[in-house]
């Protein structure tokens, strides 16, 4: 006889409170990462019909032609302007749909690999423990947009092996495609994993997963072929971000002075999913449960480990360039999550079956509690400023004397506040430009 399936009300209630009060100070706030409002502002410009998908503009001054990244982020939060118009939520709006859509597949994934989707909180508490998931959710990167089509394509790969069907694979290598096209060849990585799966999954062989993984990279050319022929502004925009991004910035700009910044970073991040999953297993040294294997079914391990050399997989390349961020690796971390969830299951099901049903109703309050003081906090902070609060100020002042699609005059010294540029053009369409004396000028000394 099974065992019942115990409700998981408290635990998508506690998730999603969580969730609202690690992005508290930053989901309703004004002001953003140098790189979102960047984005934004370029979306932005296209909506209206300044700069197209295939040829980005920011600014008069700065990156008029802007092909610095692939365009398909852009061009979707160019759909959002457009539908919604120019308010500053909107990108804020944007990137937390991408990273809601993130979590959708997390628990779509999860459900076809754990065969119970109602469980999907473990996953998406692992992963939304970890700093850089809520950062990113109040950013507007374009790691967020990536991350959607890489875990799609991962996704439409284990259907393919559930059905057994290699007609699935053109769909997915179609999704990488969209990938590279949102953040270039770091979305890449799941091309490799069939063949971390076939060689994980004992009843398959690695040579199947060899063969699945040509297919996608086939599809992928294939499509890209298709895609120069359709629209023959994508080769030479491609051709130029590979020559700048790529071959340029890629393998000689310095953001780090070491190779291992990313590793650092990966552990750092993981400090929380470590210390729930140690709190897991001390439940289950007290529970008395050391008879029950740690995995509960071989499926578990086997999705454990596939996820986990999928997750390295994603972030460890990254070593090869010293331009490493910490939020590179967003895409990969999903797959971290998905691991994390595998590993603690079996004893977070133990320990679920274990509650009363008095404990279970006083964690659904407790749970409702955090969730309304999530809300409460989001909604206090409409009105305020989450990051550069005295610069706005000053700017927005100065922006009420000038017309929109002024270039404006700045000192040398401050032309390189790459934040001014990124604000201005966000905020009223403006350019900056230190070489020349323009009717309206700029300075701004922070106290």
């Excluded at 610095?68 to 937390?96: I, N, T």
């Excluded at 423990?129 to 959710?137: A, D, F, G, K, R």
């Excluded at 086997?302 to 360039?321: D, E, H, K, Q, R």
């Excluded at 390189?416 to 900056?432: C, D, E, I, N, P």
Aim: proline share 4%; net charge positive.
């Amino acid at each position: 006889m099974s065992q019942p399936r115990p409700k998981n009300t408290p635990f998508w209630l506690l998730l999603i409170g969580i969730f609202l009060i690690l992005t508290s100070k930053h989901l309703l706030t004004e002001g953003m990462f140098l790189d979102g409002v960047t984005y934004a502002g370029i979306s932005r410009n296209m909506a209206e019909g300044t700069g197209t998908f295939w040829n980005p503009f920011y600014t008069q001054t700065l990156y008029p032609e802007f092909r610095q990244h692939p365009p398909l982020a852009l061009g979707l939060e160019a759909l959002a302007f457009r539908m919604l118009g120019d308010h500053w939520w909107v990108e804020k709006l944007y990137s937390l749909q991408t990273i809601l859509l993130s979590g959708l597949l997390i628990a779509l994934i999860w459900r076809r690999t754990s065969n119970d989707g109602r469980t999907a909180w473990l996953p998406l508490l692992f992963w939304i423990s970890i700093p850089l998931v809520s950062w990113c959710t109040t950013n507007n990167l374009l790691e967020n947009t990536m991350s959607v089509f890489v875990l799609l394509s991962v996704y439409i790969i284990i259907i393919r092996y559930q059905q057994n069907n290699r007609l699935w694979l053109p769909l997915a290598g179609a999704s990488l495609l969209l990938a590279f096209l949102t953040k270039g060849f770091t979305g890449l990585f799941p091309l490799v994993f069939p063949i971390i799966y076939c060689t994980v999954e004992q009843e398959r062989k690695v040579l199947q997963g060899i063969i699945d993984s040509a297919w996608l990279l086939v599809s992928m050319v294939g499509l890209t072929a298709l895609m120069f022929w359709v629209f023959p502004s994508s080769l030479p925009y491609l051709k130029d971000y590979f020559s700048i991004q790529v071959l340029g910035n890629g393998l000689h700009e310095v953001t780090t002075s070491t190779r291992f910044f990313i590793v650092f970073q990966l552990l750092i991040q993981s400090a929380i999913p470590f210390a729930i999953i140690a709190i897991l297993f001390i439940l289950r040294k007290i529970l008395k449960q050391n008879h029950i294997g740690i995995f509960g079914n071989p499926s578990n391990k086997t999705w454990f480990v596939t996820f986990l050399v999928l997750g390295l997989t994603g972030v460890l390349p990254m070593m090869v360039s010293v331009k490493q961020r910490d939020f590179y690796m967003l895409a990969a971390l999903p797959f971290l999550a998905l691991a994390f969830g595998h590993l603690t299951c079996t004893i977070t099901n133990t320990c679920v079956l274990k509650i009363k049903a008095v404990g279970r109703n006083w964690m659904t309050f407790f749970a409702s509690m955090v969730l309304i003081v999530g809300l409460f906090i989001n909604f206090s902070q409409i009105g305020k400023y989450g990051r550069d609060e005295a610069f706005l100020m000053e700017m927005k002042k100065a922006l009420v004397e000038i017309p929109e699609h002024e270039i404006i005059s700045i000192s040398q010294e401050d032309y390189t506040q790459w934040t001014w540029h990124a604000y201005f053009m966000r905020y009223g369409k403006v350019s900056l430009d230190d070489r020349q004396s323009h009717t309206y000028s700029f300075s701004y000394h922070p106290r």
